[in-house]
C-alpha cells in the first residue's frame, strides 16, 4: 500500500549566498534514520522530479509497500535486501540553509569518515524510536558525538503514531536522553516528536501534536550555526613545488584557507622566515591581481631569495600556524597492526611529511562499544588518542583553529595505515620578523662518539635545594671526562646569574628558566656532548615540558633526599633565610616540590655516597647505550 503524500510544505529561498551546515544523522537500527532522511528529501522539495513516483511504481511491482528509505537505497541489491549498505552524503536545501547530510550505517564507517575530516559535522540528528526509548545504542551514540567534539545536537523522538502521540511517553524519553547528553556536556538544542513515515513535525507541526509548541526537524536544522567559512579563517598556503620560470622563483601550491595578495607580509614556516609578496603568479593570465582565497591554486614570488622546501606551510606575520615537533592527535586506524606506542611512522600534514614515533596512547574507543578505555595499543577500525613526537619541525594547527592544516595521514611501510584530527600542537615560539636559518654543525655526531666513546645526552637532576644534586652533577662531570667524554655542567644558578639573571621566581619565570635549560641542553646533546643539569625545577609539567624539548635524549635523575636532611645541610643558607621570611619564594618551605612519577633514576644522597651515587649514574648510561665501553660498541653507533 502506498502512503499519500503532500507536496513541499514550504518555499525555499534562493538566496546567494547561503550558508552551508554539515550535519550527521545516527541513531539505534530501525529507529527510522533512512525513513527520516527520505522524508526530509521530499518536505524541501529536494528529489528529481519523477523519482518519488518511479519508486512509488517499482514498489507497486514488487509487492512491497512503499518505504522512504528506498530514496536512500540507490543499489539494486539494498532494495532487493531491505537494508541501507553503503554510507551516503545527501544534499537538500531548507529555507535558509544548504545542507550536506552523512548518513553511514554502523560506527565504524561514521567514526571513519568523521575522524578523517571528510565531513566533520557542524551538528547532529540524534533519533530515537518512541515506543523502544533510550537504548544502550543510543547512549553510546551520545559518546560519539561526545567524543567528536559534535556540540549542536537535535533529538528527534520518531515513531510517535505507535505510542499513539502520547505527550508523557514523550516528556520521558525527553528528560531520559536531556540528563545523558547533559552530562556528557552536550546540550540538546531541540527534541523533536516526529512521524518521519507520517510527516509529523518533520516540517510542519500537526494535530497529532497539538501539545508540543516547538521547532520542526528543518526549523531545527535551521537554527543550526554553520563552521565559519574557509576565506575567514588566517591564512594558510602550504608549498606545494619551488620553480623557475623565466627569471623568477615562483612558489606554487594551494590556499588552504584565508587570502593572499602582492604585498601582503608573510612568514614562511616552520622556519619562521619573513618575506613580502612580491607577485601572485596563475596560468595562462600572469600576473595577477586582487586577493586570492580558499580553494584557489596559484604561485607566488617574494621579495628577497629565501631557502623553502615542500611542505612549508605561508601564513601571515601575525597569525601564523604553530612549529612544532609534538603533537597530539584523534585517530582512525585503518591497518591491520594494532598501533603501539614507540612505533615508528611516517606523518603527512598537508604536504608535507615527516618520520615521527608514537610517544604515548592515552586512550582507545571500539567502534562496536564506544567506550573509552585505557590501553597499549589501538586495534584496527578503532579510535585512538596519541602524542606524536616528530623527527623534524613542521607547521601546524589544532583542527578546531583550522581543518584544513589540522589533519593528519599516517602511512606504516608505504600503506596508508590510519589518518585524524590535531588536537593540540606543543608549540615553540611564534616567528619573529627576522630572518632566522640555522646553520647545523660541520660534524656529524658518528664523528663525535667516535671522539667521545659516547653518544649525546641531557642528564637532568631533580631535587629539593641541597639535596645533593649540584655535588653529583659535578661528580658525573670529572667521571665522564676522566674517560674520555665531553661532558658540560650547565647550573641552575650559574645559568640564574647570567643567561636568566632576567627572570624572576614566578611560576611563568621558572617555566621560562626550564625551558631555556632545556633548549641550551638539548643543543649541545643533538652535537655529541653530554649536558648535566643541576636545578631545583619543581615543577612536574616544566620537567615534562623539558623531556619534551630533548625527547628520547632526556634522562631524569631524582635526587630524592628527605627534606630535614637537606635543611640541615643548608649550603647556602637559604632555607634559614626562608625560615626568617626573607627568600618567599624558596622551594622546599613555601613552595610545593612535585617529585618525578618516572625519573630514571632515583637516589637519596642520606644513604649513598657520592661515589657510590655516581657509579650509579654511570651503569644507568651504560645500559642504555650511551657510553660505548668496548670497540664493538663504538662501531655500531658509527
Known sequence: MNVAVAKASFPVQNVTPRPQVRIVIVGHVDHGKSTLVGRLLHETGSLPDGKLEMLQAVSARRGMPFEWSFLLDALQTERDQGITIDTTQIRFRTPSRDVILIDAPGHAEFLRNMITGAAQADGAVLIIDALEGVRDQTRRHGYLLHLLGVKQVAVVVNKMDRVDYSAARFNAISDEISAHLTGLGVTPT????????????????????????????????????????????????????????????IVAGRVESGHIGTGDEIVIMPAGKVAKVKSVESWPVTPVFGRHGAGRSIGITLDRELFLERGDIIGHINAAPRDTRRLRARIFWLHDTPLTAGASILVRLGTMETRANVVAIDKAVDPGELESVATASIGRNHVGEIDISLAKPVAADAYTDNPRTGRLVIEVNGRIAGGGLVLSVDAGQRAVPVDIVPVDSALRPDERSARYGHGGAVVW????????????????????????????????????????????????ARAENIRRLAEIATHLARNGHIAIVAAVSPSRDDRANARRIAEDLFREIYVSTPAEICESRDPKGHYAKARAGNLPSFTGIANDYQPPNDAELVIDTSTRSVTEAADDIERLLASSGLLFNQPGDLAANI
Open 190 to 249: 531541540a527534541i523533536i516528536p516526529i512521524s518521519a513515515r507520517d510527516g509529523d513535525g518533520v516540517a510542519a507541526l500537526t494535530a497529532n501534536i497539538r501539545w508540543y509548541s516547538g521547532p520542526t526537524v528543518v526549523e531545527a536544522i535551521d537554527q543550526l550555526t554553520p563552521a565559519r567559512a574557509l576565506d575567514e579563517l588566517a591564512l594558510r598556503f602550504p608549498v606545494q613545488l619551488i620553480t623557475k620560470f623565466d627569471d623568477r622563483r
Open 461 to 508: 637532576f631533580t631535587g629539593l635545594p641541597g639535596s645533593g644534586k649540584s655535588t653529583l652533577a659535578r661528580a658525573l662531570e670529572r667521571k665522564l671526562f676522566t674517560r674520555g667524554g665531553s661532558p658540560i655542567l650547565l647550573d641552575g644558578d650559574t645559568l640564574r646569574a647570567g643567561l636568566n639573571g632576567d627572570l624572576g621566581f614566578s611560576p611563568e
